[in-house]
């Protein structure tokens, strides 16, 4: 493997997708255990029905602001006839959450196969074989055998913040828009798919990945709290102002009640690429644009094209930069600096965090583990605020999964990867979880989400969605490394260990180094 592919893969720190692969030891357990005992029913009934296609239609009445009729449908097909053993083309799968992802097909343990998988694999002739392991041991294994043009992995896993743009920009990965037109199925339709999930694993207009579970901006927060210290609720056009303002008259009133353990703010500050994810929606909000190079340039051509040299010094970036690591500082808790996706939702689950933002799904999992049951009853989600460049904060990603370029079964690994995240795959994530970080809008408006939230709740989830643009930051191959300095600066400013010009200042000379090193500038 060339220098290049070993800095661009290998070279980070763990990140929220690595906490996922290792979540007994940091606390996710529960929210496994959760998750997967919410949707015992569904994979019972999954794994019992005869082999045939029947659609069962559920109208119940959810209590609202009204009378709110909502009817859930959902269709399951099974088929009679059974592919021999022997026939059956092997489909090799790379991912990490073991345990979290798919335990309908693969069991709780991620191991096992389930009757709903047996039943796919004889109706699609294929047989699933899926290999877990942490971040790190599936980079590495991916980048390896990408690079040898091996094609070991038939389905891979990447995520829409560095990896789909570097495995897409390499030919790594299989192009898949003609897929749909050339190799119909019936497990994934793309019209029933958020536009913007779809967008996020594209590279300059070619669909390189499917998502899973996937996620844009908002606002968590306890009402309760905002009450009782008379602070202005979120409303949908509020403003990073009005958001400020609201963090600084409920730090006031938990000093006043003599409370020192609940914070106004909870935020990812860890070093690597974490707090980048969110803090470029704060950059996206307050310039307008996604403020990284010259111009706004996002894609590879247009920084040749443009000779767009980094801005990471500039006052467009830094008025972001700052805005994100100034606000951790002041409203957050000691040790933000430290903190990952996991700990800003266990601070929430615990009732110790007032608002969490931008990254909302973080928030829907702390629902999913918390025993306090004033962050049950009380927990609210809105739109992220707008900023000064007229744009909300912003936060996208997807769990997404791609064909390896060098699969010698891509027909076969079609169907699979469209299984893996098709319907209902994601009917049964929304059952088990109960979080609407679905991609689907017949599953966000099914029946298990809208009686968990109401129908006000789900809207707003959809506004979210349709209202942001998942391409916030430059999709250029080397966004992972990106992605990592950027965060660890914010975190040591967060720390106090540089101020923020400092940092940016660092920035932006790595930036201009690392560009020219790879050729951009000629």
């Avoid at 190799?183 to 669909?207: C, H, M, W």
């Avoid at 767009?308 to 805005?323: C, E, M, Q, T, Y």
């Avoid at 025993?371 to 992220?384: A, G, R």
């Amino acid at each position: 493997m060339t220098r290049r592919k070993k800095s661009l893969f290998l070279n980070r720190k763990m990140s929220r997708r690595a906490a996922l692969s290792t979540g007994a030891k940091i606390g996710l357990s529960a929210i496994i255990a959760a998750a997967i005992a919410g949707g015992v029913g569904y994979y019972a009934g999954q794994s019992a029905a005869p082999a045939r296609e029947k659609t069962v239609t559920v109208t119940k009445t959810v209590a609202g602001t009204g009378v709110q009729t909502v009817t859930e449908t959902k269709t399951i097909t099974k088929v009679v006839t059974k592919t021999p053993v022997a026939e059956k083309i092997p489909i090799t799968v790379i991912a990490f959450a073991q345990g979290f992802a798919w335990p309908e097909l693969f069991g709780p343990d991620g191991t096992t196969e389930t009757e709903r998988l047996k039943e796919f694999e004889d109706a699609e002739g294929v047989d699933v074989r899926i290999e877990w392991g942490d971040e790190w041991a599936v980079r590495e294994k991916v980048a390896a055998d990408v690079s040898a043009k091996l094609g070991k992995y038939d389905i891979v896993l990447v995520g829409s913040d560095g990896a789909v743009q570097a495995y897409g920009y390499a030919g790594y990965l299989e192009p898949l828009d003609e897929y749909f037109e050339k190799y119909p199925q019936r497990y994934f339709d793309p019209e029933d798919v958020y536009e913007s999930f779809l967008k996020a694993n594209r590279i300059e207009g070619t669909l390189y990945a499917l998502p899973y579970y996937s996620f844009g901006p908002g606002v968590i927060y306890r009402e309760d709290i905002f009450d009782k210290y008379d602070v202005d609720r979120p409303k949908e056009n509020w403003t990073v102002d009005d958001l400020e303002q609201a963090l600084i008259k409920i730090g006031e009133g938990l000093k006043k009640d003599g409370i020192t353990d609940v914070y106004p703010l909870t935020m990812r500050g860890a070093p690597g690429e974490e707090p980048t994810l969110d803090l470029a929606g704060f950059v996206y909000a307050y310039a307008g644009y996604p403020a990284w190079f010259e111009g706004g340039a996002i894609w590879p051509g247009e920084i040749r094209e443009n000779q767009a040299k980094p801005i990471f010094d500039s006052d467009d970036f830094a008025a972001g930069f700052k805005a994100f690591t100034d606000w951790l500082r002041k409203y957050g808790p000691p040790g933000a600096s430290t903190h990952t996706w996991v700990d800003m939702m266990n601070l929430y689950a615990q009732g110790k965090a007032v608002v969490l933002m931008p990254s909302a799904i973080n928030g829907y999992a702390a629902l999913s583990s918390t025993q306090d049951e004033n962050v049950k009853k009380y927990t609210k989600f809105m739109l992220t605020p707008f900023g000064p460049g007229k744009k909300r904060i912003n936060s996208y990603w997807t769990f997404s999964l791609g064909i390896n370029k060098f699969s010698k079964h891509k027909e076969a690994a079609w169907r699979v990867l469209t299984f893996l995240t098709g319907k209902e795959s994601m009917e049964a994530f929304a059952e088990r979880t109960g979080w609407p970080n679905v991609t689907m809008r017949s599953v966000l408006y099914s029946y298990p989400l809208i009686k968990r939230y109401g129908i006000d709740q789900i809207e707003l989830n959809e506004k979210s969605i349709l209202e942001n643009d998942p391409i916030y930051f430059p999709y250029i191959p080397e966004l992972d490394l990106f992605m990592d300095q950027i965060g660890t600066k914010a975190s040591e400013v967060v720390a106090g260990k540089k101020t923020a010009d400092e940092a940016l200042s660092e920035l932006q000379k790595w930036a201009m180094d690392l560009m020219k090193e790879r050729g951009y500038y000629g």
